[in-house]
């Protein structure tokens, strides 16, 4: 028994998928084999190249066809956010499951509609929010479950980076919004829901925003802010992600990817109170039995054969995915959020977002 | 020739003066020398055991009485915000000149009220935003005015405690929004003045806010982060701040004082670009021919004593401060800030602040 | 054309070898794929299971089959350190090239006897010594050959970790000595051959030694100072490299693996001098053409890749692995000094090197 | 009643000294006053102009003068090394009280005889090993005494600085292994007597010794490293402790005074163990409650200030200085331990301490 993958997308992200795609029923096995079977591209040369390099049995310019092969089970969409909605509704209507790249849709209404093609399939739908499946961010998730850290006050989350600062840089016609709406999804995972938004874009160098920073109420009575920037000189990856609770407090940042700051305020009673510098390569750490021995450390491509894992497990199983990964629902609800910073940001206005979950996108 | 002080207050910061008045005209000489003539406090017990221990010559329980004194030069306020601006306008209309501690008043009218009676009178005013004086702050403003950072992007600060969380804090009146004011301070320094504010402030533990947060817009096009809390679990003084600039970053973090970390981006050009960790203790330094030998850190307190050098020398010179330190008019400008944050989280709307130097309020 | 592999061992490094073949030819194109024919192991059950999970396509319990498969073009050893040279030596008589884990042998002799047998069959040898691959670790190399640091004055190592100290710890029968050779290849990898050595071994908690320190005097001038143990309680896998040259520095730790520490002194002209904080993601770093965009960090599991690839291409154009690449030779190196290491420690002497390079061990 | 202070030498550690001497009975009570009486100092010019800058009230060029000044009680020496013995037992002669920087002596029989001196004379005595004064490295001291870190296993410390590289450095008369003598005392301090040593002197840039490593074994039963260099460029105070013991661990480092990082081998139970980053500013940490509230960090100079008030409070009592402080008796034993560690290098052997506390030097 097999899983057979069609991947669209050939950049620098289908490579990454290509890559846990080979893992991840080797490290952390499955009951069924995963068979990479087709490689969809625009350009018939690097795509044949591509399959060839990244393992796939074929290749075709054409994703329809990919779509409808037989022997794929699973459409993986790893191509410019434009083209995501069409894919995977065509991927679902053949019965498909999908697990489409971040951010889902270029707005809210057609994430919707991919949502509901989706569901009307009854297929199983994942958005690749990755950073979910990173262990120190799985072991937040445990923290919080556990009430550890007690009621959330502040969630601080940065995504700062300088590569649209470089010298030459690749125009980006994205705009950062929705390229950074990993912090929206981490938020939701993390801290919950949001019921309102004011936020700010900003534009330096590109034609498109180049950063934006929000403050965000939550349903829960804490407060968030949020900040991405592609200019902010120095910074290659600086994704942090910091929460202080009622009687612990967390932070991460995924420059030091292994690497979880917790502290526990009991801690404190003795003198002794402080962040303790976790490295999270324990056997006893999510995800990681199924790597290598303390110390040694993961890379960001582990965040995929994990994603990949909990997806894969879904689609042999039959079922949705769990609540711990992001679903087509995440990806709208992500969407939703994107297009109130972009309002209240043009209006001025903070953006109520109690609606968020009701049936108009 | 000496200088006559006479200091209000005899709660911790108090003590924080009289500490840095003591060394003021040792390490770092004066062409007068500082006398410590009186100390005022409404408890007769406290303030006596106080001005024995600060090494004050005498004290008294009336603070009209030390405004009065003829022996004293320069009056300094260390008193809970609510009395500052009745001792400062007292004091400036005895012709004593006035370093007031921060936040200079309860709000910007009353701050404005001060200001005039200084600028009435004639006297020397400043505002205690020692940060200004941490060598590490100091050389960020160098690095600004030498252009090295280029255009100003993205500011960013924190204030981060967790005081108020502690089992037992002891009640608190003043809010948040004031009490964390250096944020403000900071940014109009380093980044220069805000043209709008959307903010928002929180309660968890205490009567008035616990912490705020706020964007603001600058004239000069770049954006500001800010954000303060005093329950902020397991931060004791974390006070940050980011600059990126068109063409270098720095970032510095209060807990580790003397480091700025610096960022070039000419350094990119070979692969070795990377904040460089600037350990802020070389004679070439700001403040450090003063001081130690490279290698030996200074504490919080030097910076109050830069502060009172640099005071003392426009007393002594019969000048305003330079434009480096906070006179009753930055006071002010922060208050005025800190009002909009009020207003702004209140009515849920951006306050435009350029009128922030007009004559009103 | 393929490269058939045997992989003998089926352990957690076993794993990783495993994993990094999987993907050596995918993400670094090779002129030939990979084939992973055979995998040996003692136990048929665990055998016959790992060899489905790592991808084999058929297994063994006797490794001397293995050795004889015409398919297999390659041998791969993560076996006991005791059983390295049986192993090896057959397969090179057989003709096969042999990758082998570190330590090669448990004495310098026996390596020597591995590496006379690989020079007289001619075959294409390696030892595991794989943090010359780690990319942050490479680049250090470039910029000691690039003169950047100077000459070399200090080189300061550490590897410490906690494992042995936990509670039920497993039984270790191998002493730290040759555990941590990565130590010892490290050194003479970066800052060239020893001259002299002085050693201390200590024990903790196990049959053999949990830790050493030594001090070594190189042919270059400089000094050394190496410390492993495995029972310093709170470190997983502090691997630590420091050189201090005469124009500058560098600094690394395994727990955070992709950045590295850059002090040129030149920087410290104009009071900017600080160790960089470079992150070692950016396409012009060794080895980051083949993976992410910038800001998206490797795992430890990366080296192997790297390692792999470097004597895959040694094997594929039929010549001895690169200097850059630790051959038989540094396996025999490392050993020689670990045996230093034992005698130093046991006759409270020094131990001179020089004749490290002669015939005899 | 006053304690008459006369100080010997006018550099910048006698800047130091005359700084905590302002300080010592203002912010942590002492029954006496402190009286800066006179100064002496080699250069007519340059001693008036000290005196007056450090506050003291007459000065001389003649040391004898100043041990014999009946308003003197306490001789504070911060001469070259050289000078030391035949002030401070002049000082003990005439029964003054010395306080005395470090090294106490060029070696360690001149160590005896200043200390035979002192005791004869039944005075006060203490050696400027002022580090055990810091907050953090007193902390470290209370966690060992309590057992919280079980039986020392590792002792590792370092003192890195280059100020010997810079161009146009100054040259040193002294070496390295009495100039940095601190990491000797902090390890007679925290970790107990060494029962052997084996050291390695370096010479780079200087006329005397510019580094040195050892290793020694504990009477205990631990093992410790020491190295200290003045010409590792990049480090401009990098004095750091770190100590492994069978429960827990801790490791400190100058550059960030105010920070112990702690391990407490029982967080590792449910996968939250890590280092604690602590900042040593609360009121229940060493020193603290004489100082700021939490956050406000102190400098290096607040060392002094402790090691002063230790101090006068043993003259004040006329008692001994406490097991806490370095009386004469440990700079003799300091001056033991650096006497083997030269002899240890050029003699190429380890060296029994066992007779360190024996009445021969």
Redesign the interface.
Known sequence: MTVGIGLVGYG?IA??H??AL??VD??A?LPQRVRLVSLAGRQAGGVEAAAR???FERCTTVWQELVGDDDIDVVAIATPTESHAAIAIAAAERGKHVLCEKPLAVNAAEARSMLDAAEDAGIVHATGFNYRFVPAVA?IRQLIDSGRLGDL??Y?ALY??D?A??DGAMPRDAGAVFDYSHLVDMLRHLAGEPRSI?A?T?R?VSESED?Y?A?L?LLNGG?A?L?A?R?????????TIEI??????VWWD????????????D??RD?????????V??P??PFLASW???????????SLVHQWHAFLQAVIERRPVKASQASFADGRAASFVCDAIHTSSEE???IDLTYADATTP
């Open positions: 620098w490579r990454a290509a890559h080979r893992t080797r490290l096995p390099e990244f393992g072991l006050r502040h601080r700062l980076q590569f600062s470089a004011t700010r900003s330096f950063a920073a403050h109420e407060v802010s900040e920037s200019v902010a000189l120095g910074w290659k990856g600086r994704h202080n609770g009622s009687r612990g407090s995924m420059e030091d990817l292994n690497r979880l700051h917790v502290f526990l305020a801690d404190d003198g002794l109170g402080g962040f303790r510098d976790v490295l390569t324990q006893n750490h290598w021995t303390p110390g040694h450390t993961l890379g960001w491509d582990a001025g206005r903070t």
